[in-house]
């Protein structure tokens, strides 16, 4: 896990330091005299050559140092990600639990009567929420919910505390969360298919069981690493910042910053984003599979 | 079958403007015709926007660089995929395990993040885009090319055309290959349609093909800054986008069903996680 995070970050480096664009030239114009020029490069540490650079970074990374950035010098890099990820993070963790459980929910049920109206009503849903651009959505919402009726803020966010905030992140998160709940839906209702199949579902029911019991306690226990597997992933993909969703409503997560470093070749904010997000996912995925063990007892790890 | 005529219906109409588009257009799209924020008429089929430009002419172009780019790039991932997949799994070695795990670190990689990169190499134009969704797809094929080969390999028919003497290039390309065709066209259909919705977040986000000239993506970005004064503008472009996708969608669920039912754990959904499922893959 740490070695994966290291060559990620590396990684990253490198391919910036390669890449062409020129952060010095960007914050000093392209009209600045070479003797300015060079103070810039001087200031910002592009003068050195990259393995110092990168070693220099990792030091302070350990220290949980992650420098300031090119383009906001008011801010150091940990401070920016900590204010994106204020925002980034409950939204991800509600619309991941979200979009998991009612999914869940729904595909077993779906399951559970093949070929019911009910069924064919949320598959249909499902597969209309799987196709509809993500940033459509968004901008459908806003229409409906902002613009005409006004129940919800046209986007932005005021930040924490201040008692609006939760309206400012309701529509976002509602937009990011009809794809995934149709997505874990899908995923239910095919993987319970294969078990409700097994003998040992035709065993719970023929000793009596409520149909109840035998769906939700026998067969989607026996559904679930698949099903856990998708959350892990779902979530950390979430945590990276939803760039496209994030730009629709102009919420100020990581996937905004990531957009803004990219585009502004901010190095020191691309590489903290980047061995951030890097380290969350590989913590994500770490903690799905420890979780398969709690769920499978046939699973166990040295 | 009723999938298949629903899935033509979505796909049909949008593809056609867009094709028709190539060769003739109602109006110019980079110029003011009429007044702007026009609801939809039979002038203006799509209404007009806030400059007065004519929608419908508008998507219709701009469906040109969508799905160019979105076909181009299936295309060259698949060719790239499945002949490195084919390598892979069939000499296996060093090689091919560098090349799996490579197109495993492609796939962790968000592929917007991966787009973003790119674009600062080779500026927002088309060619990064172009390049950065050949990547992205590049390992659904490559996976799925390796996996086949390496079940079909141990199969009695390439066996017996090792016994009578057929060369290598021979058992590749005229016993394995034609085995895996179905599972591909499946892949492609799928990621055709995950293709252009990639194409036009990334065209949202200010990537791709750069204003004036119209893409699904950019309209909708810039018609969602005049929300309050109309609709129609957001909301055409993204319903024809939707309908293409929805109907791809269906036509690979119809394909996979009809080609082979046994290949589900192969290609449970358009774009599964990584997990159980995609494993145990056999053609």
Known sequence: ?302 | MRRLVLAIFLILPGLALVILGAFWLPYQPTVVVDSPFLPPSLSHPFGTDWFGRDVFSRVMAGGRASWAIAALSIGVSSLLGVALGLGAGYFQGFWGSGLLRLSDGILAFPAVLLALVLASLLGRGVVGVALALILFNLPYFLRLAHAGTLSLKEREFILAALAVGAPTSRLLFRHILPNLASPLLIQATFSLGSTLLAEASLSYLGLGVQPPHPSWGRMLWEAQSWLGQSFWPAFFPGLVLFSTVLGLNLLGDFLRDLLDPRLRPLLSLSRPPRGEGRKGGRV
């Open chain 1, 1 to 302: 896990m740490v070695a994966t995070v290291l060559g990620v970050a590396m990684a990253a480096s490198l391919l910036l330091t390669v890449l062409p664009g020129d952060a010095a030239r960007l914050m000093v114009g392209t009209e600045a005299s070479p003797a300015r020029y060079e103070a810039a490069r001087k200031a910002l540490g592009l003068d050195e050559p990259w393995p110092a650079r990168f070693g220099r970074w990792l030091w302070a990374a350990f220290h949980g140092e992650l420098g300031t950035s090119f383009r906001y010098p008011a801010f150091s890099v940990a401070e920016l990600l900590r204010r994106g990820l204020a925002v980034t993070f409950p939204i991800a963790a509600v619309v991941a639990l979200l979009a998991f459980s009612l999914g869940v929910i729904a595909g077993t049920v779906c399951a559970a009567r093949p070929g019911s109206t009910l069924d064919l009503l949320l598959s249909t849903a499902g597969q209309t929420f799987l196709a509809i651009p993500e940033f459509w959505l968004g901008i459908l919402l806003l229409g409906l919910f902002s613009v005409r009726l006004g129940w919800f803020p046209a986007g932005g966010f005021p930040g924490w505390g201040k008692g609006q905030s939760l309206s400012y992140l309701a529509l976002p998160a509602l937009a990011l969360a009809l794809p995934r709940l149709a997505y874990f839906s899908r995923l239910t209702r095919a993987t319970m298919a294969d078990i409700l199949s097994l003998d040992f579902v035709r065993l719970a029911r023929a000793k009596g069981l409520q149909e109840g019991r035998v769906l939700f306690g026998h067969a989607l226990r026996n559904a679930l690493i698949p099903l856990v597997a998708g959350l892990g992933l779902t979530f950390a993909r979430l945590l990276g910042g939803a760039l496209v969703i994030e730009q629709v409503f102009s919420l100020p997560g990581l996937g905004k910053l990531a957009l803004e470093a990219a585009f502004g070749r901010d190095i020191p904010l691309l590489l903290g984003l980047t061995a951030l997000v890097t380290a969350m996912v590989a913590a994500v995925s770490t903690a799905a599979d420890l979780l398969y063990a709690l769920l499978d007892p046939r699973i166990r790890y040295a």
